[in-house]
Structure formats: structure tokens, C-alpha cells
């Protein structure tokens, strides 16, 4: 079985819940999940966790994401994209908009503002699925979501037509965005495509489409493509515990000071409440993510990852 995450170019037509499907029969295992959803018009990054690796999903969901966009004004859909039913068109408004004010009206949105999701997404109300609620002719009201655009600039416009790199929080409509500046701009927007090029350290430069997954595979050389767990954990800091504390580890048990080797950590400043590090024993090997309690000065496991 393989245990880590591989970061796969998902193509356009393919859901998040094919890649894995396919995946499954590739890597003739059933201990597969992906990081979040993507279109199935979208193409682009989608980290895939193994084995072990799946324990990581909930957390690479919640990273940061870039993308490129292209938003064409003009037009509204009742999907947000051009996949869908246009509601309106305003060719002519279009038209007598200055360039310096489109790109004003992009990068106005740099920072946090109240999303509202769309109709056409997973998102539940109720216990059902909006998207489903959207096919059966329902539309109900939506809570609007903080969102956070990290990074937004316009690389290219030929109007109707806006190229757009962004970068963003979780939980955060590319669509949605392009819907909301065409609303700033007073001619409507939707969503013409959309790559996501970067899932946290995840690049698109180092994706592989799912042909060349199983390409590599049977030359043999797939681990070579496969990230390993405590890789993907390159953010916390690291930790060791002392030859004596080895058992408490392998066991899953809180650990206090007296109990760790500091040699590995790479700061002088006491953690602080929360603070998730990479546990390992004493001969350097990776056991699980344990979190700084300050009430009791100790760490306690927060995901552990026995070896395999």
C-alpha cells in the first residue's frame, strides 16, 4: 500500500470523485481521498492522500490555493461559470468600461469580504446538497462566508475578456469572485475557466495527469512521485522525545518537557498554545503531530501516524 500524497493535474471533465475512483484502480488500493473539490470544468492541482496520508486531508483542505482565472464580462449565469444558463447579458456596458477601472475593480477585492456560495456548490442546507436543491429549480437563502483574498492581479485583458491570478483561503468561489466583480463593475461576470496552479507547497510544475501516474507506475518509479506524510508537515516544527519517553510515543501518550530532546527545534521561544509540531523518537523516526497545551505545560497527541 502506498502511504504519503501525490499531487495530481486534474483534468477538465474529471471530478474530485473520479480522480479517486480512477486512482483507486491504479494504485490497486482502496485508502484513497482528495483535498477538496474542483469543477469538473476546472483543471489543475489536486493533492491525493494515501493510505496514512488520508488522515491529512481535512488538513490540506484548509490551506491556501492560487489560481488562474479567465472572468468574462457581461454576462450572468445561474452557475456563476459559462457551463451554465445565462440570465443576463450586457454586451454594451461592457463596452464603455475604461480598463484602469476593471483592474480597480479586481484588485478592490485584495483582503477579506462576505462571499456568498453559490447555488451550483456542495455546500449543505438543511442536510441537502444546494447543488441538488439548484437542479430540482429551488434556491434558498445562503449565509454570506468571510473569505480571504490573500493575493489578486489582473495579467491580461482583452474585454470582454479578464486574465486574473489569485490567491485565497479555503472555502472561497473562484466563480463566486468573478460573479461579484461583474456586480462592482455594474455589467455582470461569470467565470469563462479556471487552473489552479498551487495547493499550499503543492505546484501544478510538478503534477501528474492520471495517464502518467499509471505510466510511472508500471516502470516502477511512482514513490519517487509520492510525498511523505512528515513532508507535508514541512510547516510545524519538529521534535524528538528521549530514548527513555519512546514507549509513551509509540503509545500515543502526552509528553512533557523533561521527556523531549530540543536539539532538533529550530527556536529559542516557548511554544505557544496550540502550536502543532512533527514528533519523532529517538532514532529519528516520524510518529505523529502532537499540540502544545499550555495549562499543562505539555504535548498530547493531536494525529498520530504509526509506521506502516
Known amino acids: 500500500m502506498y502511504h504519503g500524497i501525490i499531487n495530481v493535474y486534474k483534468e477538465p471533465g474529471y471530478t474530485s470523485h473520479d480522480v479517486v475512483a480512477r ?25 491525493v492522500c494515501l493510505g496514512m496520508g488520508t488522515k491529512l486531508c481535512d488538513m490540506l483542505t484548509d490551506k491556501t490555493k492560487t489560481y488562474e482565472a479567465v472572468m468574462l464580462l ?21 463596452l464603455e468600461l475604461e480598463p484602469e477601472a476593471v483592474e480597480k475593480a479586481v484588485t478592490g477585492f485584495l483582503g477579506e469580504y462576505d462571499q456568498i456560495p453559490p447555488m451550483y456548490s ?32 489582473v495579467t491580461r485583458m482583452e474585454l470582454p475578456r479578464v486574465w486574473m491570478t489569485v490567491t485565497c483561503s479555503k472555502g472561497t468561489y473562484i466563480r463566486t469572485l468573478c460573479h461579484d466583480i461583474g456586480g462592482r ?13 498551487r495547493v499550499d507547497r503543492f505546484d501544478i510544475k510538478d503534477s501528474l495527469t492520471l495517464d502518467e501516474i499509471e505510466a510511472v507506475r508500471d516502470e516502477n518509479k511512482l514513490e519517487a512521485y509520492i510525498l511523505p506524510v512528515e513532508e507535508a508537515l514541512w510547516s510545524y516544527p519538529a521534535l524528538a522525545v528521549k530514548e527513555e519517553a519512546d514507549a509513551l510515543l509509540r ?13 532538533m527545534i529550530q527556536t529559542e521561544e516557548w ?26 505545560r505539555w504535548w498530547k497527541p493531536w494525529k498520530m501516524f504509526p509506521a506502516s
Open 185 to 197: 463593475l455594474g455589467c455582470g461576470g461569470t467565470m469563462e475557466h479556471l487552473i489552479r496552479t
Open 23 to 47: 486512482l483507486r484502480g491504479i494504485l490497486r488500493q482502496k485508502k484513497i481521498g482528495h483535498t477538496g473539490t474542483l469543477d469538473p470544468a476546472a483543471e489543475g492541482v489536486l493533492p
Open 271 to 296: 511554544p505557544e498554545e496550540g502550536q502543532k509540531f512533527r514528533m519523532y523518537n529517538s532514532q529519528g523516526q516520524f510518529a505523529g503531530v502532537y499540540q502544545y497545551g499550555k495549562d499543562k
Open 122 to 153: 456542495a455546500l449543505k442546507v438543511d442536510g441537502k446538497k444546494l447543488c441538488d436543491l439548484a437542479r430540482a429549480g429551488k434556491e434558498v437563502e445562503r449565509q454570506a462566508r468571510t473569505v480571504q483574498i490573500l493575493d489578486i492581479s
Open 74 to 94: 457581461g454576462q450572468v449565469t445561474d452557475t456563476q461559470d459559462t457551463t451554465g444558463r445565462i440570465l443576463a447579458e450586457s454586451g454594451e456596458a461592457v
Open 251 to 263: 503509545n500515543g501518550n502526552p509528553l512533557f518537557k523533561a521527556q523531549l530532546n530540543f536539539e
